[in-house]
């Protein structure tokens, strides 16, 4: 199925960097999440983006949903070791469904 | 809040045997829930969407005879793999779709639970 471009794949990093990742699409979405996955669990939710323009954040975490509805980022900022994990966006459309990004592998060097 | 949780967490089987596995929508009610599978070091790629009260609706090339979708209630969904064979092994994932006060607008959130890993032997 259709997959939207989620970069980068992998980012190394010391811990108490910040982070950006980002997602865009050809398809124009009215709903992009952001999930974190740990090994062997489910996607955790990290932050829910409704309105094009839209800037949320969560403690260390923002993320903007954009202008023209194709693409997305993710912002962690002063990075620790538990921040280690796999990254997912998704685009949610009128049916409901989301496509989903392939993810960015995020490693943190204490 | 919007818990969902999965039963069993991990699962081997023998070949030829059938496995169901459990979603529960622990505090609200999911008219919609949604079934994923994932390979190892690959991204959710979504397998079918299951109604309550009606049938599943299938992606492209799942087979709906194979991955057996039942939706009794507003909390529970179950997948029940048929005749298993070690091709099926994998990440099995379900979500459940809060509809929260925005699902008129179009806006939705998706929540899943912590996965039922397979192992077809």
């Known amino acids: 199925g259709q997959q939207l471009n989620q970069s980068p794949q992998s980012m190394f990093i010391q811990e108490g960097e910040d982070v950006s990742m980002n997602c865009t699409s050809s398809?124009?979405?009215?709903?992009w999440l952001w999930y974190k996955q740990d090994p062997g669990e489910g996607p955790v939710l990290l932050i829910a983006l409704y309105k094009a323009g839209e800037l949320t954040s969560n403690g260390r975490l923002t993320a903007q949903f954009g202008i023209t509805r194709k693409d997305s980022f993710l912002n962690i900022s002063a990075s620790i070791p538990s921040d280690v994990g796999i990254y997912f966006c998704a685009g949610g459309g009128s049916n409901y469904k989301l496509t989903f990004g392939k993810g960015t592998l995020l490693t943190v060097n204490p | 809040g919007a818990v969902v949780s999965q039963h069993p967490s991990w699962v081997i089987c023998k070949s030829g045997t059938s496995v169901k596995i459990e979603c529960r929508s622990l505090?609200?009610?999911?008219?919609?829930m949604f079934w994923y599978r994932q390979f190892p070091k690959q991204s959710l790629m979504l397998m079918a969407t299951s109604n309550e009260g009606s049938k599943a609706t299938y992606e492209q090339g799942v087979e709906k005879d194979k991955f057996l979708i039942n939706h009794a209630s507003l909390t529970l969904s179950t997948l029940t793999v048929t005749s298993a064979h070690p091709e099926d092994s994998s990440f099995y994932i379900c979500s459940a779709r809060d509809p929260g006060p925005f699902a008129r607008q179009g806006r939705h959130t998706q929540y899943f639970g912590p996965g039922t890993r397979l192992t077809v032997l």
């Open positions: 505090d609200f009610q999911a008219t919609t």
């Open positions: 398809s124009i979405f009215n709903t």
